[in-house]
């Protein structure tokens, strides 16, 4: 069975400043990983995604993560805040053994930029 | 760009009421999925749908809830007798094939059962 920790249900962070929103995640077979967003009444855009490649991934918007296999972690980071930044994020995961891959949510952290 | 489209956007239901959600998916995908979200709390897979069969659903998806493709293009959720529990907001998410390939979110209905 999958699962995943997001520690944190609320960051902020001022304008400017280094972002970094945690993920830890337990899988049994090697997994996917996911950072989606969701902006106020809207849907999940995906940030970025892991699938055994790159261990540093880039994504949208100047995000970034790192899969680290030894701590089984996935934590977002941006290197400098933007208001625009302010959203729900939620770090996932899919088992790379099943055929229909569905994604297993983190209970989502909520980023708010201070000005 | 493809999109997943949703309709409608906001639904308002007496309890034990039947409703029915509808997605359109990216038209060349293959895996569909509906998960839900209620209010505060995390998203939660409900069912994954394959080859016109369902290939896994939850312990949430039970009997009061099905979902069909009828038509090769539309994908929907239906909920026979609603309950107030029920009362969420709704994603159809759809992926072209396997490999971790990204799922498209729709933008959701937000389901209310009174």
């Known amino acids: 069975a999958q699962s995943v920790t997001q520690l944190g249900s609320h960051v902020s962070v001022s304008e400017g400043a280094l972002v970094l929103l945690r993920c830890n995640y337990s899988?049994?077979?090697?997994?996917?990983l996911f950072w989606y967003v969701q902006y106020p009444n809207q849907g999940l855009q995906l940030l970025l995604k892991y699938t055994s490649a790159a261990t540093l991934v880039k994504g949208i918007n100047g995000f970034e993560a790192e899969f680290k296999k030894s701590e089984t972690s996935f934590h977002l980071t941006k290197p400098s805040a933007h208001m625009s930044d302010a959203a729900e994020y939620f770090c996932a995961v899919s088992d790379q053994d099943f055929g229909n891959e569905k994604l297993t949510f983190g209970t989502g952290t909520r980023l708010t930029i201070i000005p | 760009e493809p999109e997943v489209t949703q309709t409608p956007s906001h639904q308002v239901t007496q309890m034990g009421q039947e409703v029915i959600l509808r997605c359109v998916p990216i038209s060349n995908h293959l895996y569909f999925y509906w998960y839900r979200q209620i209010l505060g709390q995390k998203v939660e897979f409900l069912v994954s749908f394959y080859n016109n069969e369902i290939s896994e659903k939850s312990e949430i998806f039970d009997d009061q809830f099905s979902v069909e493709r009828p038509d090769g293009s539309n994908f929907t959720l239906k909920i026979r007798s609603t309950k107030l529990e029920d009362s969420a907001m709704y994603f159809c998410?759809?992926?072209?094939?396997?490999?971790?390939?990204?799922?498209?979110f729709g933008p959701g209905t937000r389901l209310t059962v009174l």
């Open positions: 998410a759809s992926r072209l094939e396997r490999g971790g390939n990204e799922q498209f």
């Open positions: 899988s049994s077979v090697p997994p996917y």
